[in-house]
């Protein structure tokens, strides 16, 4: 975790470089992460878009072989292999999905507390210093070091040691990114806690109907979103900020491959079996022989 936490500061680092606020830093690591996972996410999309197109032809075999399990499975086997799907493998993928997205989320929920909270040096004359107050030593309570900055020498030069939560590069779209949202000044910070939950229903909305309606499934789609949510309102802002993204662009890659939100398959048609009367078995133009 310390490895790919230290991947994430120092990526984070370079787009600062590049464009100094941290907000935007976060945006452009998310779509360099994005773009890692796009491949095997498309895989599996296309996987779950094959599940929704053979689900109707799925519940007419269900249905015809109720009471013949032997049957059910030997047809069952026979469709997924007319539409090249490997059962166990695609839900398979769609967990192991989830892996690499919760371990990032989590790395750079660690790694946003340290690095917000680092300090840097500043020169004295940075105007934005007015506006925080000097003290001794450095703060014992995380909290006081969004408003306080120490001194120090270097090279018999006076610097300013500020945190970077401190600093105008923390702040984007007037929040600051190193606040989480129960100790922020202010209760329009719970705001990306619904945003993030709001992001990740709607990404569950534009699945595929085949998975994300079968069995308890409905339900986890619910409550795993409310589940982020909740666990939103105690990280930073920052972290808010990419899960948002990332959940907004994987809405955009599942629209694409779903051509729009997927609608519930269409109802199985029930087979009707119809009884062929024995005249129509016998061969045309022969006639049965009477009184014999």
């Given at each position: 975790m310390d490895f790919l936490q230290n991947i994430l500061t120092q990526t984070l680092d370079f787009f600062f470089s590049l464009i100094p606020n941290y907000g935007v830093a976060i945006i452009l690591l998310t779509l360099v992460l994005k773009a890692i996972l796009y491949w095997p996410q498309q895989q599996s999309l296309m996987s779950s878009r094959k599940m929704q197109s053979m689900t109707p032809e799925m519940q007419e075999i269900q249905k015809r072989f109720k009471g013949d399990p032997d049957q059910l499975n030997k047809a069952m086997s026979q469709l997924y292999k007319k539409y090249g799907i490997n059962p166990v493998g695609c839900f398979t993928s769609s967990c192991l999905l989830q892996i690499p997205q919760l371990l990032i989320m989590w790395a750079l929920w660690f790694a946003l507390q340290a690095f917000f909270l680092a300090p840097v040096q500043i020169p004295m004359n940075t105007p934005f210093l007015g506006s925080l107050t000097p003290t001794a030593a450095t703060p014992t309570i995380p909290a006081d070091l969004f408003n306080t900055y120490t001194t120090t020498m270097v090279n018999g030069s006076q610097f300013a040691l500020v945190a970077r939560a401190a600093t105008p590069g923390a702040m984007f779209l007037g929040f600051n990114l190193a606040y989480t949202p129960t100790g922020a000044p202010h209760w329009?910070?719970?705001?990306?806690?619904?945003?993030?939950?709001?992001?990740?229903?709607?990404?569950?909305?534009?699945?595929?109907?085949?998975?994300?309606?079968?069995?308890?499934?409905?339900?986890?789609?619910?409550?795993?979103?409310?589940?982020?949510?909740?666990?939103?309102?105690?990280?930073?802002?920052?972290?808010?900020?990419?899960?948002?993204?990332?959940?907004?662009?994987?809405?955009?890659?599942?629209?694409?491959?779903?051509?729009?939100?997927?609608?519930?398959?269409?109802?199985?048609?029930?087979?009707?079996?119809?009884?062929?009367?024995?005249?129509a078995l016998s061969a045309p133009g022969k006639k049965k022989a009477k009184g014999k």
């Open positions: 329009i910070y719970y705001l990306w806690p619904v945003l993030t939950a709001a992001t990740m229903f709607l990404q569950s909305k534009t699945m595929g109907q085949s998975q994300t309606q079968q069995g308890g499934a409905a339900f986890i789609n619910i409550l795993f979103p409310l589940l982020i949510g909740w666990i939103s309102i105690s990280i930073p802002v920052a972290v808010c900020l990419y899960w948002v993204v990332f959940s907004l662009l994987q809405v955009a890659q599942q629209l694409i491959v779903f051509k729009g939100i997927p609608k519930p398959p269409a109802a199985a048609q029930t087979v009707q079996v119809v009884s062929t009367p024995p005249q």
